[in-house]
């Protein structure tokens, strides 16, 4: 999944961004409202991180012209805005959760499950085909009852699979939910990670069609 960190404050940010990545979210991190804003015109992103306090342009004036401009992605603001007032503003702009500095950070992953899970009509946390299971807070994968472990990037790419199962995602859409800006991708990644979690869990886990992209099947 991929996920765009708004946050001004460099020690702070390299904290989140390194929990993000160590969580297999491929992250994009800018530091003020303008860069947040073009990021948020130009990319899909899963969940967005937005601290309020930023340079030439606040949080709340991102959020709001994110939401007009029809934005749907799922927006957890992090900010030392601690009052209830600044709280009831950024939740009726449009955010989906609110967290004080400072925060745990176990605590800041798990809300970022919850509003994913939110926003795409889901209430349990395991994502599921039918067959096999992937569980995001443990990042475990059973598969006829047997569990595997994976990588951070395999399970990065199962996880993209598995939130719709059916739904075919191309090389970008893959790589865009793996990689983050300044990653270094190499061409046939996609292809070596599918090739690994085949070998693990089995070659009809992941279809190719061809020309188009990569699928996991709709329980059997």
């Known amino acids: 999944m991929r996920a765009l960190l708004v946050e001004d404050d460099g020690m702070i940010g390299e904290a989140v961004a390194n929990a993000l990545k160590d969580a297999s979210y ?14 948020l015109d130009s990319h899909a992103y899963d969940v967005v991180l937005l601290d309020l306090g930023l340079p ?7 959020l709001r012209t994110a939401r007009s401009n029809g934005n749907r ?55 599921s085909n039918g067959w096999l299971s992937l569980d995001p807070v443990t990042r475990s994968v059973v598969r006829d009852g047997v569990e595997s ?3 951070g990037r395999e399970f990065a790419l199962l996880r993209a699979l598995l ?5 075919i995602l191309s090389r970008s859409d893959l790589e865009d939910r793996i990689y ?41």
């Not at 599918?194 to 699928?215: F, Y």
């Open 163 to 167: 939130v719709r199962p059916g739904a």
């Open 26 to 39: 491929a992250v994009d991190w800018v530091r003020d409202g303008d860069a947040a804003a073009a990021a």
């Open 73 to 127: 992605a799922p927006v957890l603001v992090i900010t030392a805005q601690d009052a209830v007032e600044d709280r009831i503003l950024g939740l009726d702009n449009g955010a989906d959760d609110y967290v004080v500095k400072p925060f745990d950070m176990g605590e800041l992953l798990a809300r970022m499950r919850a509003v994913i899970r939110r926003k795409g009509g889901a209430s349990a946390p395991i994502l």
């Open 180 to 220: 983050g800006w300044g990653d270094e991708v190499e061409s046939n990644a996609v292809e070596f990670l599918i090739h690994s979690l085949r070998r693990k869990l089995g070659a009809d886990t992941i279809k190719n069609v061809r020309g188009v992209g990569w699928m996991v099947p709709k329980g059997k």
């Open 149 to 151: 472990s994976l990588t």
């Open 56 to 62: 030439k342009r606040n949080g709340l004036a991102i």
